[in-house]
């Protein structure tokens, strides 16, 4: 039976971190069911039905027999775990969890340490489910040294976590921290426009740096998978599109972030067309390093067609959350119906129509929808 | 000064305010109502914040929906539980207030000194007790030429001494510029300087001057 603490932390924070980050796990969820569970290997004409079987559970009995492997597979879950602390830290600091810091901590330590190592259980329940899944595979095939390190691992990277988190809720609180790169930029002009990229700098690290990464993969990834095809612009409107499709969690938070800190923007004496401008310069800033892997690897025009469909495939996305508000779930599936609708636009070598239609659906997406914000109960 | 016709404001399916007509002159008001009954959703739709059916309009030629932008320059106002990016500072949003209202130069000093806000404006907001963030956002409603400020609130967490310094600006303001302000609050408007406000009731889905 679970404590009366557990259940409110899994409600709260748990539910949360799910929430948050559904996108990224929706996407996980779907890349490992499709590839690894279900997708036919080759020709099934070639390959006998118990081979099959094998060449599917191929990764995951790497991974219970390889030690190389365990180690890679480790450090992912590693950074999982990290974004994990990096969330459940930034939430406890909100105001509507303050209430954890003078009830929570009238609990003996043990009984802290066991509920929040139940929600560490909980917003792991992925690498969790994948751990179990590996260790029942390695036992069936005969690998009981890896799978028994697995458990150990789980195991730590759980009390790790409920370690730092009864800390951190125990810990007197600094709420005037702040990062030593603000601090440095402290007299700097902070231009309207570029105010979410602060934002970013201030609370948002993790996430840009988990994006930048994903865009860095699918960058390198691309040209190294498909390095026979790099002069086919359908490939570099693909990777265009991964990386535009990688920022949609940012773009996300910056809705988020304009809902909570910039209601009273809405006050402000400016335009949509020129608020509409101020977005293109954020996401202009925001994809500096894409825009520059474009512009060095291809030449003028090609990169100014590509960069030109990221920066309005980005805005689209951008102008679609003012017509759904903060509905993540609604968005999620709008964002994969796109991504599908304008790979196969690509595929059929359409990426010269595809840059006017996403930016003008983007601006009048904008402009229809800018002060239709998120219904909330009346005050 | 402002005429609200044919207004409706719901949130999904569920009405929460209906006005078919309603002027408001220049002067001081009251907006009295008793929880949920609409009057931060009034202000904030007055604001050009939130959406809406129907159109206002300021001196019966500035209509919120067709001159966004010029009616928002002399409308004003301040949340009852401001929220500004935690990052800034005092400054910096009084900066973007001053050239996005088109505040003379200075102006700013005036309230900053009167309500002894010099030594922590160079701080990030973050640090802001919630009595301080509610003197910066009044700061920031009173900057520019506005001709009408709402303030949602704004008897809330000030201690006694700073009431009466905002009682001063509001009563020096309307009288000096004649800048109409409209003010929510649960409780009467004790102060002498506001006893000729209005009473503005939002009650039934609707708002009225009462009988």
Redesign the interface.
């Known amino acids: 039976m679970l404590s009366p603490l557990t259940i409110v932390l899994i409600k709260t924070l748990g539910r949360g971190f799910y929430r948050a980050h559904s996108g990224l796990l929706l996407s996980l969820f779907v890349t490992f069911v499709i590839y690894c569970l279900f997708i036919n290997v080759l020709n099934e004409t070639h390959i006998p039905a118990d081979q099959r079987i094998y060449y599917n559970l191929i990764f995951v009995l790497a991974f219970v027999s390889s030690p190389l492997v365990s180690l890679l597979v480790f450090a992912l879950w590693l950074v999982y775990t990290i974004k994990c602390w990096s969330h459940i830290l930034e939430a406890l600091s909100a105001p509507e969890h303050l209430f954890l810091f003078y009830s929570s901590t009238s609990l003996r330590k043990f009984s802290q340490l066991r509920s929040w190592g139940m929600l560490q259980l909980y917003i792991s329940l992925p690498i969790v489910g994948y751990g179990l899944f590996s260790v029942v595979i390695g036992l069936v095939f005969h690998h009981n040294i890896l799978p028994l390190f697995i458990l150990i691992y789980l195991c730590l990277l759980t009390l790790l976590s409920a370690i730092i988190y009864g800390w951190a809720v125990n810990r007197r609180m600094d ?2 921290g ?1 990062s030593w790169l ?1 601090r440095l930029m ?1 007299a700097w002009r ?1 231009p ?1 426009f570029s ?1 979410f990229l ?2 970013i ?2 609370q948002l690290k993790l996430s840009c740096i988990i994006t930048k990464v994903v865009s860095l993969i699918i960058i390198l990834g691309g040209r190294y998978l498909f390095a026979e095809q790099h002069q086919d612009m359908r490939l570099a409107g693909f990777l265009v599109l991964g990386v535009s499709v990688a920022h949609s969690v940012l773009i996300y938070e910056y809705h988020r ?1 304009e809902h ?5 923007a ?7 067309l020129r608020l509409f401008f101020y977005s293109i310069g954020l996401y202009s800033l925001l994809l500096l390093p894409e825009i520059i892997w474009l512009l060095a690897t291809h030449h003028l025009a090609t990169a100014m067609v590509l960069g030109g469909f990221m920066l309005s495939f980005t805005l689209l996305f951008h102008s679609l959350l003012y017509a759904m508000a903060l509905h993540i779930r609604k968005y999620l599936r709008v964002v994969f119906s796109l991504f599908i609708l304008t790979f196969l636009m690509i595929m059929y070598h359409l990426l010269w129509l595809l840059t006017p239609v996403c930016f003008l659906a983007a601006v009048v997406l904008f402009y229809r929808n800018y ?3 998120a ?5 | 000064m402002l005429h609200i016709i044919n207004f409706r404001k719901s ?2 399916d ?1 009405s ?1 305010l209906a006005i078919d007509e309603l002027r408001i002159t220049p002067g001081l008001y009251w907006i009295n109502g008793i ?7 009034f202000l904030k739709t007055l ?5 809406f059916d129907g159109d206002i309009t300021l001196d019966e030629s500035i209509s919120l929906k067709k001159q ?6 002399f ?3 301040a ?2 539980e ?8 005092g400054w ?1 949003m009084i900066n ?2 001053t050239s ?3 505040a003379p130069a200075g102006q700013e000093q005036y309230y900053i000194e009167s309500m002894q806000m010099q030594r922590y404006l160079h701080q ?1 907001i ?2 802001y007790s919630s009595g301080m963030l509610k003197k910066l956002s009044l700061v ?1 409603a009173f900057i520019g030429q506005p001709r009408v400020i709402l303030l949602d609130e704004p008897l809330i967490t000030m201690d006694k001494d700073s009431l009466e310094i905002l009682y001063q600006w509001i009563s020096e303001k309307h009288e000096q510029e004649g800048t109409c302000f409209l003010l929510s609050s649960h409780q009467a408007l004790a102060d002498d300087r506001l006893s000729n406000a209005r009473e503005l009731l939002v009650a039934g889905q609707t708002v009225s001057f009462p009988d």
């Open positions: 709420q005037h702040q603000l402290r902070k309207f105010l602060y934002h700098i201030d972030f909570l800190y910039m209601r009273f809405r006050n402000l004496p400016y335009g949509r002060y239709q914000p219904d909330t109960a009346p005050d | 949130y999904g569920i929460v929880n949920g009954s609409g009057k931060s959703t604001a050009g914040i939130l959406s966004s932008v010029a009616y928002r320059r409308i004003n106002f949340e009852a401001p929220l500004f990016p935690e990052f800034l500072t910096e973007l207030f996005a209202k088109g990030p973050r640090t920031l």
